[in-house]
C-alpha cells in the first residue's frame, strides 16, 4: 500500500504560481512513477503530468505545457507540481496518483486507470 497526501493547493489570482505537494508513504516510493490529474467541477478527470520513477522523463498535457513542472524527491518520498501563470481554467481538485509503470511506458501514465494508488485532493481556484 501506498498513501498520498496533497498539499499546496488555495487560491490565487490569475498569472500567479502555487508549487503542490503530494507526500508518500507505505511501499518503496521510488518504485513508482508519479502522476498529477485534476478535476473541475462537472468535467471528467483530466491528466495534469506524470514523471517516471527516477525523475528522467516527464510527460504533460497539452493545457499545462510550459506552464507547469512535475518533479520528485525520492529521498524525501515526495511529488511536486510547479505550476505558473495560472489561468481561471486550471480551477480544479487536483490529485497525486502512483502507478507501478513499466520503463519505456510513461506515456501510459497519461490514463487514469493506469495509476495504483490516489490521494484525496487538493483544491486549487484561480480567480480572475
Known amino acids: 500500500q501506498v498513501q498520498l497526501v496533497e498539499s499546496g493547493g488555495g487560491l490565487v489570482q490569475a498569472g500567479g504560481s502555487l508549487k503542490l505537494s503530494c507526500a508518500a508513504s507505505g511501499r518503496a516510493f521510488s518504485a513508482y512513477a508519479m502522476g498529477w490529474f485534476r478535476q473541475a467541477p462537472g468535467k471528467e478527470r483530466e491528466f495534469v503530468a506524470v514523471?517516471?520513477?527516477?525523475?528522467?522523463?516527464?510527460y504533460f498535457g497539452d493545457s499545462v505545457k510550459g506552464r507547469f513542472t512535475i518533479s520528485r524527491d525520492n529521498a524525501k518520498n515526495t511529488a511536486y507540481l510547479q505550476m505558473i501563470g495560472l489561468k481561471p481554467e486550471d480551477t480544479a481538485v487536483y490529485y497525486c496518483a502512483a502507478a507501478a509503470l513499466l520503463p519505456g511506458e510513461l506515456v501510459a501514465g497519461t490514463v487514469a486507470d493506469e495509476y495504483d494508488y490516489w490521494g484525496q485532493g487538493t483544491q486549487v481556484t484561480v480567480s480572475s
Open positions: 514523471i517516471n520513477w527516477s525523475g528522467t522523463m516527464t
